[in-house]
């Protein structure tokens, strides 16, 4: 299929960008990697009438790479899922390489070639790994618009169904990740290789003398948007051998949730998927 009529816009600089937005209203839709949007227009569930494209925009305007601050670790906006992929250590900083490990699940290497943090951010896919990332590690999302700049926390940042507090005349600048990870980890299950995963658990344990004191248990595909478990991370703050431990935080996980079923699975699928990789990621953290 092609996509309904549109006309394109092609911004020269981030201001411009947000420019243009505040100008065209609800009818325009920033264009990055291209790689969600173009196909969501391709079956007309997207019918923007105005394009304004900032995937060429000049590294310049700040919108990609890394950047270390006070705040955390920056990641521009327009940074593609295989720049952090092929990122070493200096660029990331230590205690990050979660990022760079989780992107190998972001579908194939074309797509990772062109498709941005910032778009999958603001797409707002409840399997998409970076949502599942910025909840679990509590990043920020710095959005740009016409009343100025702002800062909303991933976890006030998902509301449910592919949606967000991203207003539509707003443009994410970057993303801040406050806290190195060193034991964390991101793992899933899809039915093909490159497929958006069915369920998705990620992880980051507090550990201490090669003890796990507590962490942070996140999940997708399991609510209308990626979600933090308090009742699994309860269970790890407990303590005991890793085994049990990781055991008893996935037995909370999966008695917590609600999944939904579909084609994908059943909830109950999903609940037995949940338990299983709660207990792989908690595994793949601690060996960190
Ligand atoms: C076959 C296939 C498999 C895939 N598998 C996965 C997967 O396993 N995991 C995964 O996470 N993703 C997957 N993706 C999606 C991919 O990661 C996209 O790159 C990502 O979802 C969107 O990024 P983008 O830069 O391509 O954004 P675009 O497609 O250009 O835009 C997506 C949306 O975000 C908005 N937007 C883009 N940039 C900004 C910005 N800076 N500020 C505000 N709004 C913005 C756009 O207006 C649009 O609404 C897959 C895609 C395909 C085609």
Known sequence: MKPAPFTYHRARSAEDAARLLAELGDEAKLLAGGQSLIAMMNYRLARPRHLVDIGSLPASEGLTGFRHSPDGLRIG???????????????LGAGFAVLRDAMRWVGHLPIRTRGTVGGSIAHGDSTAEWCLLAVLLDARIVARGPRGTRTITAGDFFYGFFSTALEPDELITELVFPHPAPHAALTEFAERKGDFGIVVAAVDLDVENGAVRGGRVALGGVAPA???????????????PDDVLFAACAEAAAAAIDPPGDGNGSAQYRRILTRRLVIQACEEAMSR
């Not at 990626?226 to 005991?240: F, H, I, S, T």
């Open 77 to 91: 906006a327009l940074t593609t899922h295989h720049a952090v992929e092929t990122a070493d250590e200096a660029q």
């Open 226 to 240: 990626p979600v933090r478990v308090p009742e699994a991370e309860e269970a790890l703050a407990r303590g005991g």
